[in-house]
Nanobody
């Protein structure tokens, strides 16, 4: 079955960088799209970035230009490189995966939590001012 295991938790100061990883197993990237979500104190799970099966990406406005999502196809590992971090980036970060339907274009991905049915356990990011 699909398994997602995040790593890379850390505490940094404002302006710092972190890289999160999500080791994926039980599926092949060609048939799935994946995403990173975060959940802060407000408890709303925000989709920050997604990557389609063809490698196309989409970012939330709040992280555009600072975060980069990528997929190591050989290692089947999803990454989220984060730069210029601020306290507003603090939260639990989750990776998620969803099998792409035959009617969904390979370049499309979602940042809506309701679209995903496979989740990792989360990894904590804390940014101090």
């Amino acid at each position: 079955q699909v398994q997602l295991v995040e790593s890379g938790a850390g505490s940094v100061q404002t302006g710092g960088s972190l890289r999160l990883a999500c080791a994926a197993s039980g599926f092949t990237y060609q048939n799935y799209y994946m995403a990173w979500f975060r959940q802060g104190s407000e408890k709303r799970r925000e989709g920050v970035a997604c990557i389609a099966s063809d490698g196309s990406t989409n970012y939330a406005d709040s992280v555009q230009g600072r975060f980069t999502v990528s997929l190591d196809k050989r290692e089947n590992t999803l990454y989220l490189q984060m730069h210029s971090l601020t306290p507003e980036d603090t939260g639990m970060y989750y990776c998620a995966a969803r099998r792409r339907s035959p009617y969904t274009s390979s370049w499309w991905c979602s940042r809506s939590s309701s679209d995903f049915d496979n989740w990792g356990q989360g990894t904590q990011v804390t940014v101090s001012s």
